[in-house]
């Protein structure tokens, strides 16, 4: 039989190769092993067929990984749709839906085995007490890990010689830690009663839960569920990021026990194959996780929910560039189940869909327990006129003051870490990434100057020129503000929460947990910590800059700053105590800020739409990214005018090329393709990639309505 493989090649595109599958048995959908110049790779079979003349010699493949196709039927058929909407490689859509431990790529490890013990059928004889109370722990077939079986009875393989057990070898299987089913259900409001009535089972359809913070959508979530449950059927839960939403993992966790999958991006490989064999096994039907949990191997889901379906962490920021609400709507259809998408502040495409009656919106409107907290806009600008910090305005000093003495608990949100953002030489040059056009940034608590982009970092003082440089900072980041404040409550508990101390496995949580342990007073962090935290003794939520996202040139950045504000105040005053949110800006009467405090999403959306369509940006137009790059940028920018060539005679407008930042070395030429089919527009991107890539080797990379054009 002949194979068509695919395999890691950027150049290939979707373009198979041919192998000859020779004594093996092979199926589609499993991994082989093949060799290319003298390379072992990995390779995943599409189609099987006989033999037929290529007019080429094709070659055997060097041996079979799996007996069975790794992926079934559905899951493939997602890769395939998911390479033709991301206009992406086949091969980088597989590697996506794959756990890591199963990806076909040539640095892909094999799976954990341990040997286990298996009774047989073969009945016994003669056994010793032991040896009895031994077997009698097992029905046939059953299976124990050797360890296990040595610890209870060590003379067991005594019993395996007589043939009652056989060895064997199996992968390794996660033990779950027991949750105790301890949260019952809650009765519910007359609005959220009408809520889960509203929602229809057994059939695919895309509802939209537009509910402010704490109104009860999770509870909402939950009951759903259990009828689900009831029909045996399985459930996905999707969450930003799950170490930011323990609350949510827990709630889930306590309502259906050991029914509960666990899925992010903290886990490793092994454990996250475990949960996926767990799942795949049925021994799990409920799942909560992050972006990559959208392609777990389910075979009857029921429900899927997207829970803060606003919310960036959903999009995948490489190829393929997919969005997760897009994976969960089309796999709803494949299983006819409804879809979920719940936010206090919906994606502006979200809302615009409900209201045309694409999706079926309903509505939370009021928190139940009634108390939002009280907003108060601090003026910066006016601040420093009165000679006070734009950082730490008097008003936020005195707040946090306050709570203090009353034993209550501050955040502090300030979406910048490092220490100072910005660094320059005497000669008022600001000190740049080699490897990107960005600022680099100083963190003081290892001394180091770091690029946010690329990771690139030096320790000391730098050289220019081979020359020491002295350096002026400017602008705080996390680990200044937190500096600052110990300085200004040197009786205060200070705690930090940023990319730089939440690298550990687990300390996401372990930060948390302290927080609501009270273990300390005030909680600074960048934006990781406006989400999903529900703390009662959280009495002021202190917004430090409220304009740092405002000032990105991108089209998204209002919505960013609104929804993130949005959020942000919804985590005071969730408990028994009045909450107060102060929001320090230089932009007091700016929209987004404006439509923030009062709660209003209507009235922001209405604004926000008004500013897209005159700019004719998303939801009014499609977008589609296509950047070229390569580290001569001259040779970036000569594809970008050949791929320009191939496609401005297609009756679609085109904008561009232009050379964006310099990222990770490589210069960037960009193409945005506009308009309102985004059929036309897919279809024209694959066919001039096809021919492209005849014509020039330049790194083509794709993203079909991208979230940011930065
Ligand atoms: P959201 O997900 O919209 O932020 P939650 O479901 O977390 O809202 O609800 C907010 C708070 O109200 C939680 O503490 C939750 O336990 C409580 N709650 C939710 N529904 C009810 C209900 N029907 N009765 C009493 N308390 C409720
Ligand atoms: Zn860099």
Redesign the pocket.
Known sequence: MYLDVYIEDSFLGNQALTYDAHDFFVQPGTRVRITIRNRDIIGFVHRVYPREDKGFKVLPIQGVIDEAPILNEELFALAEWMRYRTVSPIIRCLQTILPNKLKPQSSAKAAKMERIVRRTDVDTVALTTRQQAFVDLFVIDQEMGVKEAQSIYSGFRTLVSKGYFELDDREVRYEEGVVEKSYHP????AD?QHVVDGVALNRAETYLLH?V???????VYLQIAAKVRQQDQQVLILVPEISLTPQMIDRVSKRFGEDVAIYHSALNDQEKYEQYLRVKNHQVHIVVGTRSSVFMPFDNLGLIVVDEEHDSSYKQENVPYYHTRDIAIHRSETHQCPVILGSASPALETYARALRGVYTLLE?ESR??HNFPKVTVIDTQKALKSRQSAYLTEPLLAGIQARLDVNQQVVLLLNRRGYMTMLKTEDDEVLQCPNCDVALNYHKDDNSIRCHMCGYQIFGAPTINGKRVKLVGSGVGTQRLEEQIIALFPNARVGRMDADTTRKKNAHQQIIGDFIDHKFDILIGTQMIAKGL?IENVTLVGIVNADTSLAYTDYHAVETTFSMLLQAAGRSGRGRFEGEVMIQTANPDHYAIQCAIHQKYKHFFSQEMVYRKTASYPPYNYLISIILSDEDETKSFQAGQMYLDLIKDSGLQIIGPIMLRKMQRKHRCRIIIKGRDLEAMIALCHQSLDVFRTLNRTGVVVDVNPLTLE
């Open positions: 809650l009765p519910l409001t959220q509910g913070t704490g109104s009860g959508k999770t509870e939370l139940i327990n529900d």
